[in-house]
């Protein structure tokens, strides 16, 4: 038996998922009522592929920027250190199949970019590492899979 770890995604099972997914990882409860919903936007099969970094820096910007066009209970954006997908964090918002809506119009964003948002030395702590097209290949594999987004389990 293997001792439950206090981060959320070491006590997934990372051989049993099946990429493309959006999972929902965990709800914390503010003392004042707000809760933090916090989702796994996983965009490769882990410990098989993995988003060069050029690509998923570039995405990360797109959508961190074009995500809260859609809606303003975003609270943060950010890539997984194993380069499989990201973090997508909520305030107040319950509604699942509204999340899969958001993420595929801000995908959908991303293939029409013509530049990466901040991607300049002034905003960007590594503006050399970036793709455009990049960015585009990996919206477009994650849409081609928008259908099975909510299947997150091998069957």
């Known amino acids: 038996m293997t001792k439950k770890m206090n981060v959320e995604s070491f006590n997934l099972d990372h051989t049993k998922v099946k990429a493309p997914y959006i999972r ?9 009522g707000d809760e ?11 410990n098989q592929e993995h988003m060069e970094m050029a690509a ?17 209970q975003v609270v943060d954006f950010s890539p ?10 909520m ?3 319950t509604n699942y199949d509204e999340i899969l809506e958001i ?13 990466v948002p901040a991607s300049n030395e002034t905003q ?10 990049g960015a585009k290949e990996q919206a477009r594999k994650m849409l081609a899979h928008k259908d099975e987004w909510h299947q997150i389990f091998a069957e």
């Open 36 to 46: 933090i919903y916090k989702y796994d936007v996983r965009f490769c099969q882990p």
């Open 124 to 133: 960007c702590g590594w503006a050399a590492s970036h793709s455009l097209e």
């Open 80 to 89: 997984m250190g194993c380069q499989t997908g990201f973090y997508l964090t």
């Open 91 to 93: 305030i107040n918002h």
């Open 56 to 72: 998923l820096h570039s995405l990360e910007h797109l959508i961190a920027e074009n995500i809260r066009y859609y809606t303003d």
């Open 24 to 32: 929902l990882a965990g709800i914390k409860k503010g003392k004042y």
């Open 103 to 115: 993420v595929e119009k801000t995908l959908e964003d991303v293939l029409k970019a013509e530049q």
